[in-house]
């Protein structure tokens, strides 16, 4: 093992990915049907895949999972990979970055007691700055994801 490095993180041998999938959609605060429906398919198929009755085999179904249920498509399939620790710990990062994307959701969906705290920000800018985050996110670089978010994300 490299400095740096951690141990690879591995996975039960007797865990599918339907009792991943399971995991996953309890701990996104999912229904069944709710899952099923964001990724277009039906509750029984939820069911069956949880069960291991049905292989969840095709990636773009394996990845609108694990986008819809918020979690790594890496984990999700089982894989073992290591962590890089040159980056930091992202651990301290991920509740702000969940507690700031579930208040600019309600903000969005005009939930009462909460508004905007300044104008409107450019589209463009915004965009950027989005873009920005998720690839930082997608490469598990939490801390440059929170640094990358609108001031008013941050907690």
Same mark, same amino acid.
């Given at each position: 093992? %490299?400095? $740096? !490095?951690? +141990? @690879? ?24 049907? !709710?899952?099923?429906? @964001? &990724?277009?398919?039906? !509750? =029984?198929?939820?069911? #069956?895949?949880?069960? $291991?009755?049905?292989? @969840? #085999? ?6 609108? /999972?694990?986008?819809?249920?918020? &979690? #790594?498509?890496?984990? @999700?399939?089982? *894989? ?5 620790? !040159? *980056? ?34 450019? /589209?463009?800018?915004?965009?950027? %700055? ?7 996110? *997608?490469?598990?670089?939490? +801390? =440059?994801? *929170?640094?990358?978010?609108? +001031?008013?994300?941050?907690?």
């Amino acid at each position: 093992m %490299q400095t $740096g !490095e951690v +141990p @690879l993180m591995t996975h039960p041998p007797d865990t599918g990915i339907g009792a991943r999938v399971r995991v996953a959609r309890i701990a996104a605060g999912l229904t069944q049907a !709710e899952m099923a429906g @964001l &990724v277009g398919r039906s !509750e =029984r198929w939820a069911e #069956d895949v949880e069960a $291991g009755r049905l292989s @969840l #085999d095709r990636y773009s179904l394996i990845t609108a /999972v694990a986008t819809v249920c918020e &979690v #790594d498509v890496v984990w @999700l399939l089982g *894989q073992p990979y290591r962590l890089r620790r !040159e *980056q930091g710990s992202a651990v301290p990062h991920v509740p702000a970055l969940r507690a700031a994307l579930r208040r600019s959701s309600l903000i969005l969906s005009g939930h009462p007691g909460l508004v905007p705290s300044g104008p409107a920000a450019d /589209v463009q800018r915004v965009r950027d %700055q989005a873009a920005a985050t998720n690839r930082h996110r *997608q490469g598990a670089n939490f +801390p =440059r994801s *929170q640094a990358s978010c609108p +001031p008013c994300w941050r907690t």
